[in-house]
């Protein structure tokens, strides 16, 4: 290349580079919410430890209540407090109704067909309605009310055999029983499905919050394969599918009748049988999978520590004691006339939403940019609510290691959605539809053992 040609070629470029400088606009700089420093490759997920929602809190205390950490390469925006959780789950409610994509769910929910775990939109509306009107409507919740009765009964009687108590298993049963009832018949719950059903789900929701680096760090995605989790994810869902086939099965082969129970009503709307609702068969077996999964470990956790806190504190039995016993006095059972008046009853469950709340940490994702309490969030970014941290938050709750019943009389505050300070069962479009149902369920349980049983550690420990 002689002078000229090099110098025309240097010109040429100096142009081409004041041309892009000049008629470019500079992208304006993002403002992120705060965060720790991250490690290579795996960003923050070493610091969840095994309790993920306690190691958040303690992450909130030193950068904040809306924080960003990095779980691999996936930003993933952490949220400690009721203001927050208020922007989320009401401000921009739509913005952050979308729900994160995870190979657990994926593989075990029939590829995010489930209401749980189904990405925003018009088939997501369809199974929401049919969850919220024909399944736990307050109608529906009512028609379960011999099924729960019945269920606490033989709760009682085998607790009244002489001898200790684990009252954690004796709350999976009932839970088990209860649920398995509404979702699939009485016949079903003392057949090998229902107890099948029952085993694999219990493997289905360890796997579903057994989060792998390869979860996160797409290239690393091959560990899975080796250290067996693909192939514990892959015979669950196969075992998990094949008892959900056969239940379906054995109800299409039924004669037609009264809808008894969650899958008979699903079959109807499947049959077309209810005017304005649609649904397919892969859908069915992902809302029963829903009902089960999110039912049965949360209510009886949610029973075990009720019980756990009133042994704690005997006062606090006494007082609910009398209550129940109060208002009970002369009678057999416990009527749901009788629960309405039982304040301090719906006062100790309050308080134990507010310490022990069955979903410690609810997952959301961003469905498109927001500009988020004066911080940019980008799509897809994974959003956490740690429930758990806004029921410790000070600024809502007076001393909020102790529990203190007292603290829901003289309040409105409560846990179905209004009152962003206690969110137990979430809120906003993605509020679990349960909420009737499991707080039934509740209180007619802890009533009920109040009532017949005195309570004491072994050897008075």
């Known amino acids: 290349m002689d002078d000229f040609q090099f110098y025309a070629l240097l010109i040429t470029l100096t142009l081409i580079l004041y041309a892009w400088l000049f008629t470019s606009k500079p992208k304006p700089t993002k403002r992120l919410p705060p965060s720790p420093p991250t490690l290579p490759i795996i960003g923050n997920l070493h610091q969840l430890g095994h309790l993920a929602h306690r190691a958040l809190h303690g992450l909130s205390r030193t950068y904040g209540p809306t ?51 189904m990405q925003y939109g018009d088939r997501w509306r ?69 107890e099948n059903f029952l085993e694999v789900m219990d493997r289905a929701v360890g796997l579903m919050f057994n989060f ?27 075992e998990l599918d094949e008892i959900m086939s056969n239940v379906v099965r054995d109800h299409l082969e039924k004669e037609s009748g009264e809808k008894e129970n969650f899958m008979d009503i699903l079959l109807g709307i499947y049959k077309g049988e209810v005017s304005g609702m649609s ?38 039995m006494k007082r609910l004691q009398d209550e129940v016993r109060g208002i009970t006095k002369g009678k057999k059972g416990i009527t749901e006339d009788d629960i ?30 927001v500009n988020f309490m004066g911080y940019d969030i980008e799509p897809e970014t994974m959003v956490l609510i740690n429930a758990w941290a806004i029921g ?42 349960g909420i009737g149902f499991a707080a039934a369920a509740i209180e007619h349980t802890v009533a009920n053992l109040v009532k017949n049983f005195d309570f004491e550690l072994p050897g008075g420990a």
């Open 279 to 316: 649904i397919d068969l892969i859908s069915v077996k992902a809302v029963i999978t829903d009902v089960l999964g999110a039912g049965t470990e949360t209510s009886a956790r949610t029973l075990t520590w009720v019980m756990t806190e009133l042994i704690r504190h005997p006062h606090v």
């Open 126 to 194: 369809g199974l929401r309605r049919i969850f919220v009107h024909e399944l736990l409507g307050p109608a529906r919740v009512h028609s379960f009310d011999s099924i729960r009765e019945a269920e606490v009964s033989l709760l009682v009687e085998r607790m009244s055999r002489p001898g200790p108590v684990d009252l954690s298993a004796e709350f999976m049963t009932l839970a088990n029983g209860l649920i398995c009832r509404a979702a699939f018949g009485k016949k079903h719950m003392e057949t090998s499905h229902g």
């Open 392 to 433: 410790q938050d000070p600024t809502c709750w007076q001393e909020p290691e102790r529990f203190m019943p007292e603290r829901f009389l003289d309040s409105t505050v409560d846990f179905r959605g209004f009152d962003f300070e206690l969110i137990p069962f979430g809120a906003g479009r993605r509020i679990c539809p």
């Open 212 to 238: 792998t680096l390869g979860e996160f760090v797409p290239w690393l995605a091959w560990i899975n394969g080796l250290n067996g989790f693909n192939a514990a994810l892959d015979k669950c869902a196969r």
């Open 340 to 369: 309405k008046r039982m304040s301090y009853l719906k006062a100790v469950i309050k308080e134990t939403f507010r310490a022990h709340p069955p979903v410690a940490i609810y997952f959301h994702a961003a469905r498109e940019h």
């Open 67 to 117: 924080m960003l950490l990095k779980f691999g390469s996936k930003p993933v925006l952490v949220i400690s407090s009721a203001e927050a959780a208020r922007e989320v789950m009401r401000t921009h409610d739509l913005s952050f109704a979308g729900k994160p994509v995870l190979s657990a769910p994926s593989k075990l929910f029939y590829d995010l067909n489930d209401p749980i775990n």
